[in-house]
């Protein structure tokens, strides 16, 4: 059963922007944190961006850092990316995660990083061409 919906995605050209949304089935998820990840065609899974539902304390790959923005709302709750000046290397399906970071303090975010979350959405493709 799919938990958790992405939408956005589409087909542009190298420099244009994207908004990826992530929504949540309810509010039950408004304290928890929700991720970005991407994978491409041959690639394995990397890791993309991550933001705490209440507090809003994002997380970013050093690949995205100054190109994307991760946002939420967490009345909804949903995440979004901002997806800015997209290069063809951005081309990927990406796919919404979440966890719940509480029991894991300071170090919530690397249940994003090392991929160890369960509640995922089924993606959205993203295609950036030259």
């Known amino acids: 059963q799919v938990q958790l919906q992405e939408s956005g995605g589409g087909s542009v050209q190298t420099g244009d922007s994207l908004r990826l949304s992530c929504a949540a089935p309810?509010?039950?998820?408004?304290?928890?944190?929700l991720g970005w990840f991407r994978q491409a065609p041959g690639r394995e899974s990397e890791f993309v961006a991550a933001?705490?539902?209440?507090?809003?304390?994002?997380r970013y790959a050093d690949s995205v850092k100054g190109r994307f923005t991760i946002s939420k709302d967490s009345s909804e709750p949903t995440a979004y990316l901002q997806m800015d000046s997209l290069k063809p290397e951005d081309t990927a399906v990406y796919y919404c995660a979440a966890d719940d970071p509480l029991p894991y303090g300071k170090n919530w975010y690397e249940r994003f990083l090392y991929e160890r979350v369960d509640i995922w959405g089924r993606g959205t493709q993203v295609t950036v061409s030259s």
């Open positions: 309810g509010r039950a998820f408004s304290h928890y944190a």
């Open positions: 933001i705490t539902l209440g507090f809003g304390t994002t």
